[in-house]
């Protein structure tokens, strides 16, 4: 069964997610799971605020690397689509933590989600943008290089198989 969270609640992993308190975040994870006898994964993922915004949004839009890591940890003992899911989740506007990431300019946060957690990079925001022109647009020429590169990768891995 979903846990039950307050509003408070919620605000506060919201918070401690976007301001990067690490020590409050997890206890505070701690404490709801054991409360609603589930899994952190699982308060993590009822967490969202009224636009749908996640934890990781909110860590991964201020460039919170070791949060953001935090809170995806939560999910190595679930399924994998459960994590899958969590990562790509999108706010009621489109944008998934990949996008928030590139937004911000914060490559080391990029990278993270695409290489170690799979996010997916061509999802687009109901603006029709994806990551990739969310950092040009903002001029993260640095994030902006290294989705281009991923495409030059993927082009060229197709290109040996069909040889």
């Known amino acids: 069964m979903a846990p039950t969270l307050t509003e408070d609640e919620i605000d506060d992993l919201i918070f401690f997610s976007r301001a990067g308190d690490d020590s409050e975040l997890q206890d505070s994870l701690k404490v709801l799971a054991e409360r609603e006898k589930v899994s952190e994964a699982e308060i993590i993922s009822a967490a969202q605020d009224e636009g749908k915004s996640t934890c990781l949004h909110m860590a991964t839009g201020n460039g919170h690397l070791e949060t953001a890591k935090l809170l995806l940890a939560r999910f190595t003992e679930r399924p994998k689509e459960e994590k899958k899911q969590y990562v790509d989740a999108a706010n009621e506007y489109g944008n998934t933590a990949l996008h928030w990431a590139a937004l ?9 989600l695409a290489e170690e957690h799979g996010a997916t990079q061509a999802v687009a925001n109901d603006r029709n943008y994806v990551a990739l022109d969310l950092a040009q647009f903002n001029g993260h020429e640095d994030v902006a290089a290294y989705f281009l590169n991923q495409i030059k990768d993927l082009e060229g891995k197709t290109e040996r198989m069909e040889a």
């Open 104 to 112: 911000g300019g914060h490559l080391a946060v990029v990278r993270m």
